[in-house]
Structure formats: structure tokens, C-alpha cells
T-cell receptor, first 112, second 113 residues
């Protein structure tokens, strides 16, 4: 039982490049989330999904896209990376209705 | 819109001292959930506790205790007899009727030997 895993752990991009972050969970959770964490700040929700095939915008969705083709996977895409997207990205999953979220180990992304 | 405020950005204590981390929240919903997470220096986020808005009982788990007061919209976290391993950033979070979890800015706790 691996919980929530994220791939890759680290990545450096140049401005304008694209990439996809992969999140996988093996807890059969319905809900999945992508957050970003910037220095001195709490986590901010980028996008989330309440089930396979569904996605919704969070607090800071601009510049990101997501897909949930399989229940256990949630992909976060950056189409044209910008330095402002330098951050640590966390994926999380949970059961519905107020359940606690379980977080992956994070992906540290640097955009130069 | 919901909001979580952790006014203490950094706290420094000496080992064995008690320390309380404050959390104040805002929401218009009557049903909501409050959480505390710990982020140690290694970076992962560890779930500590969940409370729903209908359960105002205080909770104790070992050296940790939580005080939930709806009258003041606060959900404070106390560590008794702090230890160096308690050094971390602690986040309070709120989830209301929507699906989004709103985090406070975090409190960095440093416990010195």
C-alpha cells in the first residue's frame, strides 16, 4: 500500500517548456487534488476532481490543466511554463464529505 | 468565502515547554470540517486531526490537544512538554460545504534543546 505517489520528485524547466506531473493513489479515493506551496505560504488549491472523468478549478487554476482518466491517477499539466510556476506541488486524495486528505511527497519544480 | 488565519508565523520554545498554536477561521456554512497538518523539515504533510462543526469536544492525543470553540471561531492546538522532534510547520485548514480545503499560512515551530 503505497498511498499517494508523485512523479517526478524534482524537475527543472525552461520558460515556455511543457510538462506533466503524475499523481497516483491506491486507496480507492474518489477525490483527488493538486496544490502548490510557495515559500512562507500555505497550500493553494490548483484543480481538483470528485471522480473519474471530472475536474474542477480551485483557487489558482490559471496556467494549469488537469485530467482524471482513471480513478487512481490525476495528471497536472503545464502547457507553457513560467518562472511564477516555480513551486512545490502536492497531490492529495480523500474520501468525500469532509474526510481528511492524504498527501503525496511533493514535486519541486523550478522554471528558469 | 472561507478563510483561515494563523497569526503566529514563527514560534520558538525550549524543549519541555508547552506551546499553543492559534487558528482562527471564517465560514458562512453551518457544516464544516477543521484539520491540522504537520509538515516536518523533510517536507511531507502529515494529517493530525479532523473536527466537524457539530463536535466541540476537546481532544487529547498523547502530548497533543486541540481546543475547538465555535463562539470564537478558533481551533487551537497545544503541544505539552515539547520535544525537538515537534519542530515543523503546522497548518490549520478548513473545508466547508464545497470540496475545497483552505489552508492557513502555517506556523513554524522551532523547539530548541
Amino acid at each position: 500500500n503505497a498511498g499517494v505517489t508523485q512523479t517526478p520528485k524534482f524537475r527543472v524547466l525552461k520558460t515556455g517548456q511543457s510538462m506533466t506531473l503524475l499523481c497516483a493513489q491506491d486507496m480507492n479515493h474518489e477525490y483527488m487534488y493538486w496544490y502548490r506551496q510557495d515559500p512562507g505560504m500555505g497550500l493553494r488549491l490548483i484543480h481538483y476532481s470528485v471522480g473519474e472523468g471530472t475536474t474542477a478549478k480551485g483557487e489558482v487554476p490559471d496556467g494549469y490543466n488537469v485530467s482524471r482518466l482513471k480513478k487512481q491517477n490525476f495528471l497536472l499539466g503545464l502547457e507553457s511554463a513560467a518562472p511564477s510556476q516555480t513551486s512545490v506541488y502536492f497531490c492529495a486524495s480523500s474520501y468525500p464529505r469532509g474526510a481528511e486528505q492524504y498527501f503525496g511527497p511533493g514535486t519541486r519544480l523550478t522554471v528558469t | 468565502a472561507q478563510k483561515v488565519t494563523q497569526a503566529q508565523t514563527e514560534i520558538s520554545v525550549v524543549e519541555k515547554e508547552d506551546v499553543t498554536l492559534d487558528c482562527v477561521y471564517e465560514t458562512r456554512d453551518t457544516t464544516y470540517y477543521l484539520f491540522w497538518y504537520k509538515q516536518p523539515p523533510s517536507g511531507e504533510l502529515v494529517f493530525l486531526i479532523r473536527r466537524n462543526s457539530f463536535d466541540e469536544q476537546n481532544e487529547i492525543s498523547g502530548r497533543y490537544s486541540w481546543n475547538f470553540q465555535k463562539s470564537t471561531s478558533s481551533f487551537n492546538f497545544t503541544i505539552t512538554a515539547s520535544q525537538v522532534v515537534d519542530s515543523a510547520v503546522y497548518f490549520c485548514a478548513l473545508r466547508d460545504a464545497g470540496n475545497m480545503l483552505t489552508f492557513g499560512g502555517g506556523t513554524r515551530l522551532m523547539v530548541k534543546p
